[in-house]
């Protein structure tokens, strides 16, 4: 799993879990961290994850070329940036070209809320697709069928790449997500801390605290 956040001192309170694959990002997620720079951000980003653990980061610009010069901006700066870039047209039109020069770029289509627009993304070649599933919902869409279809129709025609869930705002958003046949999640700091601090487990944990501490026999 990753952690959709750009906030440090949030990275830094989970990154110790070895199952914390890496971070993404997003231009407002960016944005809260009010008066740093992405380049700052990113920097100080990388600096605390280890070789393996990935950071995302998200192209801006409206036209294939501000997507594609912000693209390869973004890649000169370090092997562990997965690069996201929005699965529009021009979005697709930059994932093919990068793909075409560059195959061992990581790419991930994002903004993702049909089956149709995460083909299209794996067709282009993308390494992942990233529906966004509490924005989905806002919109009475059915987020858990989207992601089952998705999954089913990539096990089908063989297509390699991943499925992403992103935009939670609860916790059953995201095992749903898992059941579903996504084959990884970013997640909120807020909940993977929600996650770890079960309501119901801490009065448990209490009481055997103060058993142990021969409170009650
Ligand atoms: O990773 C994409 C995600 O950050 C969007 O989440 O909460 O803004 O819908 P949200």
């Given at each position: 799993m990753f952690l959709d956040t750009a906030n440090i001192a949030e990275i830094e309170s989970v990154l110790t879990f070895k199952w914390v694959k890496g971070i993404t990002t997003n231009p407002t997620l960016l944005a809260k961290e009010q008066g740093q720079s992405r380049a700052n951000i990113s920097r100080e980003i990388l600096a605390i994850l280890n070789e393996n653990q990935r950071l995302f980061i998200q192209t801006t610009g409206e036209t294939q070329a501000e997507m594609y010069e912000d693209a390869q901006k973004i890649l000169s700066k370090d092997a562990r940036i997965t690069i996201k870039i929005p699965a529009n047209e021009n979005g697709l039109r930059v994932i093919t070209q990068l793909k075409q020069e560059r195959p061992d770029v990581e790419i991930l289509a994002t903004a993702i809320f049909s089956v149709e627009q995460s083909y299209?993304?794996?067709?282009?070649?993308?390494d992942w697709v990233a529906p966004y599933i509490n924005r989905m919902e806002n919109?009475?869409?059915n987020a858990t069928q989207i992601i089952a279809d998705t999954s089913a129709?990539?096990?089908?025609?063989?297509?390699?790449?991943r499925i992403l869930g992103a935009s939670f705002k609860n916790t059953a958003q995201i095992t749903e997500t898992l059941l579903a046949g996504a084959t990884d999640v970013t997640i909120p700091t807020e909940l993977v801390k929600m996650m770890m601090d079960n309501k119901l487990?801490?009065?448990?944990?209490?009481t055997f605290n103060l058993h142990a501490k021969g409170g009650i026999c």
């Open positions: 299209l993304a794996a067709l282009a070649g993308c919109q009475g869409l129709l990539f096990k089908k025609l063989g297509l390699p790449t487990a801490a009065a448990s944990i209490q």
